[in-house]
């Protein structure tokens, strides 16, 4: 199974690796540190939104 | 999916630039920001369907839960009674897909 997205260019593959998710996750985030914040979100369970603490 | 013939060390451009359109897509698709959707990706092994499935109706299409910090950590346990736990809890399939994940 895979997420075709509505562009030609879509991605070739629909798994993302960490490296390269953290990677992405860099570029996408306007974070300072955006390596550290990867870091956070892998090691804590998932919440939708709503039930998020926002950062200070 | 075979994990094993990628690269581990380091990040082609091509791989970054794909993950990047994919996560853009899933934010695009599921109305969430960008931490919601790359925690998402995290805790659903990196598939792009699951994780957007996950994200639009709360849970997996498989009918298993998401991967959890203290599964992670038990999935280092290399002891048969663990291992058997999480199988009966994730199924075989998506266990041998976290391990080849975390791997990557």
Redesign the interface.
């Given at each position: 199974?895979?997420?075709t997205?509505?562009?030609a260019?879509?991605?070739?593959?629909?798994?993302?690796?960490?490296?390269?998710?953290?990677?992405?996750?860099k570029?996408?985030?306007d974070s300072r540190d955006s390596g550290a914040?990867?870091t956070k979100?892998?090691?804590?369970?998932?919440s939708?939104?709503n039930e998020?603490a926002e950062q200070p | 999916?075979q994990?094993e013939e990628?690269p581990?060390s380091?990040?082609s451009s091509?791989?970054?630039g794909?993950?990047?359109?994919?996560?853009?897509?899933?934010m695009e698709?599921s109305g969430?920001?960008?931490?919601?959707v790359?925690?998402?990706?995290?805790?659903n092994?990196?598939?792009?369907?699951a994780t957007?499935h996950f994200l639009q109706t709360?849970r997996r299409r498989d009918g298993y839960p998401?991967w959890?910090?203290e599964d992670d950590l038990e999935l280092q346990n290399y002891d048969e009674s663990v291992r058997n736990k999480l199988i009966a809890k994730f199924g075989t399939e998506n266990v041998e897909k976290r391990i080849a994940?975390?791997k990557?």
């Open positions: 199974p895979s997420v997205p509505e562009s260019n879509g991605p070739k593959d629909d798994t993302l690796e960490p490296s390269g998710g953290a990677e992405a996750f570029i996408l985030s914040l990867f979100l892998d090691e804590t369970d998932f939708f939104p998020v | 999916l994990m990628q581990t380091t990040s091509s791989m970054v794909d993950a990047v359109k994919t996560m853009r897509y899933v698709k969430m920001d960008l931490l919601t790359t925690q998402a990706f995290l805790k092994s990196g598939d792009a369907e957007l709360g998401v959890s910090r994940f975390r990557s």
